[in-house]
């Protein structure tokens, strides 16, 4: 018979590892604009994900920066991409 952990050990755990704030860098229709600003990151050695949204019904494609701990990270590192490129108006958010 496996343990079954408490819900106390479970939550700290939880805690720990939860770094779910991103750095939008842009949205866009075509999965092939979304792929060529993810390898301008990734020539900066920024790791950019796309993740598939819709926006007006239609299919849209979100290149954002994964992984940060809080909304200070996110913004250095959103303020960090903005100098190094000509990109503007980047945004933290926080997946729930």
Do not use: C
């Amino acid at each position: 018979d496996k343990a079954i952990p408490s819900k106390e050990n479970t939550s700290a755990k939880l805690k720990k590892t939860t770094n779910n704030w991103f750095v939008n860098i842009g949205t866009f229709a075509s999965k092939k604009s979304a792929q060529r600003l993810q390898n301008q990151l990734s020539a900066l050695g920024q790791s950019a994900q796309i993740s598939t949204t819709s926006y007006e019904n239609k299919p849209a494609y979100r290149v954002q920066l994964p992984g940060f701990k809080d909304r200070e990270t996110a913004e250095l590192a959103a303020r960090q991409v903005m100098d190094k490129t000509n990109l503007n108006g980047l945004w933290a958010w926080k997946e729930e």
